[in-house]
Structure formats: structure tokens, C-alpha cells
């Protein structure tokens, strides 16, 4: 039961990646929600920079979609708390280019800490 319950959170979690990603390609404005103040979306570099951030969060999405379907709980559970890194990262990136402690703490904080949590249902279920 609760590795059924962890199974669909990582689905949402891997949805919710990819939308994030893709979202990039047609509301490139959508970054400034990133939390990186005075964020340049309109021009060309800005763009090329968010496609790439983009593909690469589709990607990562992807990737708990492989997991889902066909490894272990125990595995996915080893790479979801593996990808727990790449929120706290975002955090510590925002927090060092001074944006707003509500992206810090309230996007890429509590993603990590959702993630960690279902990564240890995962882990020992």
C-alpha cells in the first residue's frame, strides 16, 4: 500500500518535471519563478539557456518514467534521493543570486524535502 502511494507521488513528481521543462519552450516568462531575480527571458541567449535547462528536465522527468515502469521501489528510491540534489541545489543557487526567500524555501525547498520523503518510502519499503 505505501509503495503504491510513493509510486504515484514519483509519477506526479516526474509530471510535474516534464511540465515544468516543457513549459520553458512556449512561456519562457514562466522562469522568473525560478527565483533568480532580473531573469532576461525575452532575449536569444536567455532563451537558449532556458531550452537547455529545459530538455534537461524533460529528460530527468523521463528518466523516473523509465525507473517507474521497470525497476525496483528500492532503486527508484536510490535515484529519487539522488535527484533530491538537483531542488537543493536550485535553492542554494537562489539564495546566492538573492532571490526571494519564498523560491527558496517554498518551490525548490520543499520539492527537496517532498522528495527525500517519498525517496525513504521508497528505500524502505
Known sequence: MLTNIANVLVGLIGAGIIFMGARAFWAPQAAVGFGIPD??????????WLSVK???????GLFIFILLAGATPHLLGWFL???????????????RSNGPRAAVYGIHGTTAVVMLAVSMLLLLA
Open 81 to 95: 534521493l539522488a535527484a533530491t540534489g538537483i531542488p537543493v541545489g536550485d535553492a542554494l543557487i537562489v539564495l
Open 54 to 60: 529545459a530538455v534537461r528536465d524533460m529528460a530527468s
Open 39 to 48: 531573469t532576461p527571458t525575452a532575449d536569444r541567449t536567455s532563451q537558449a
